[in-house]
């Protein structure tokens, strides 16, 4: 993949003076966590899981994503029972099988040298989020955090990025979002931020709803991407 595709939008970028990351198939791999989880919630319930019914729910909070599939496979028993019981499900699933994605640490590093502020918002429950950051070591390396029960509205609508650039003290425009899902560069769009989409091998062939300003294959491939806008040091020649 290119590290440089769907660039349409760089010659409007801002200045930037943040990063606003997605977490779950961005910043660590637990997506294939989730989707077993997931087909074991769905098992429970007396049917397997469609084949795209992991795309369908990516980028969603909880609620939103269970409320779905209750449609979906035409689930009888209260939404409350069933979030709860897929969130048992998926707290299991993640607990000590998490991994950061390749270039997490060395692309934070980086952009804390370049004085970026760092924020993260994810669409996962913040106790999802504390044991995520927890075993994949990121715990305290962000400036602001939100999580998807902190909103009314999850993606695809812009809340939480507004509401991670608000605790952040940065205009949404002069934050640049990364993300994975279509949900997640969707709701960027919608808060007016700049997005690089960075799929994993779950999101790598979803249609994505919007623009991006970089389609990129990994998150060491930001690092190029920063510089070329003029954030960081440049690499020293051979």
């Not at 927890?134 to 009314?152: M, P, Q, R, S």
């Not at 960075?198 to 930001?222: F, G, Q, R």
Request: glycine fraction near 6%.
């Amino acid at each position: 993949m290119s590290t440089s595709e769907d660039v349409s939008n760089d010659q409007s970028i801002a200045p930037i003076e943040a990063l606003i990351f997605d977490m779950d198939g961005l910043l660590v791999d637990s997506e294939p966590l989730a989707g077993r989880a997931l087909a074991q919630f769905l098992l429970a319930q007396g049917h397997a899981i469609l084949p795209d019914t992991m795309a369908k729910t990516l980028g969603r909070r909880l609620p939103e994503a269970i409320a779905l599939l209750a449609e979906m496979y035409n689930l009888t028993s209260p939404l409350p029972e069933l979030i709860d019981t897929y969130d048992r499900l998926r707290l299991a699933a993640l607990r000590g099988n998490l991994h950061p994605m390749p270039g997490a640490a060395a692309l934070i590093t980086f952009a804390r040298e370049a004085n970026l502020r760092l924020g993260l918002a994810t669409s996962s429950l913040r106790s999802h989020a504390d044991l995520t950051l927890a075993e994949t070591a990121l715990t305290g390396l962000f400036d602001a955090e939100a999580t998807g029960d902190e909103v009314v509205h999850g993606k695809p609508a812009p809340d939480i990025f507004l509401l991670c650039a608000e605790r952040l003290g940065v205009s949404p425009a002069a934050c640049v979002v990364l993300e994975d899902a279509p949900a997640g560069l969707a709701a960027a769009a919608a808060a007016g931020m700049p997005r690089l989409w960075i799929p994993n091998s779950i999101t790598v062939d979803l249609a994505i709803p919007v623009p991006v300003d970089a389609t990129l294959s990994d998150l060491h491939a930001v690092m190029p991407w920063l510089r070329m806008h003029g954030i960081g040091k440049s690499q020293p020649s051979a």
